[in-house]
């Protein structure tokens, strides 16, 4: 498990991770972990606006042929990936270089849309509304009307083609290359949507009594309750922490970081 380390006051939200200069090779990239201080002032403060309670849980310092890019990994699954001057450039694991851990991503096999794409076609990382398919920019105005885009991006990497957009408060929506709707990737765990908030002052004693006695210091952001893997846990988000897992009984189970919505 990555240890514990300190991060900015200001901040709600810290990581785990290496020392600063371990360096994680992979294949032709250079992968240094870094702490939340050391991303880019405007990436943390990014994160900070649309994140807010979220726990960082590894950032990375990538170098690839002399550019240097940074990825964040949050609790909710979420990735993002920010250029040299703090700028979010990409979102997503199809975005990502690597994984919660500094390994570098596996990608997927996706089809190209009919009739393939105009070579002569610029192939920007980062667009604006005006640039995403007429077909994509009504289903986001019809489905989302009232909700923010952060960030649309197309992503042409092998033989995948596609858009995706980043929508606050809601996941990442995908589109394919002529504008249909692919999925959403929600920003809820799958395998937890049936987790509900609960009040920090109602969890059973023995969690209060854990959290109390191992991290009296450190403030509990929020908590909730629900099956998963058809088991009763207890989730308990605490600032500069992650997540603690309990279970039916209120006997700690583990502390996830990398990785908190997998299984």
Known sequence: MLKKILMAASFLAVITGCQQGDEIPNDSL?????????????????????????????AFRISSDGEVTYEANLTNRMNLVFSSNGRLSAFGEDGSEVDCSGKHRKRGSFGKPPGGF?????????????????????????TYPDKEILKIIYIER?????????????????????????????KPLRNCANFQPIDVANLPLSISSY?????????????????????????????????????GDGKFVELKTCGMNKG
């Open 158 to 186: 092998g033989e995948l083609n596609q858009f995706h957009v980043l929508v606050k408060e809601v996941g990442i929506v995908i589109f394919d290359g002529v504008g249909a709707f692919v999925e959403l990737r929600e």
């Open 211 to 247: 959290v109390t006695a191992n991290y009296p210091d450190d403030k509990v952001l929020k908590a909730r309750k629900g099956t998963r893997n058809e088991k009763l846990e207890f989730h308990v988000l605490v600032k500069e922490v992650g997540v603690l897992i309990f279970d």
């Open 30 to 58: 250079i992968v240094a972990e870094i702490t939340e201080s050391e991303l880019p002032q405007t990436a943390s403060a990014f994160i900070l606006e649309n994140y807010e309670g979220e726990v960082i849980t590894s």
């Open 118 to 142: 105009d070579e002569n076609r610029p192939k920007p990382n980062v667009l604006d509304l005006k640039d995403l398919p007429a077909d994509a920019a009504a289903y986001l105005s019809g």
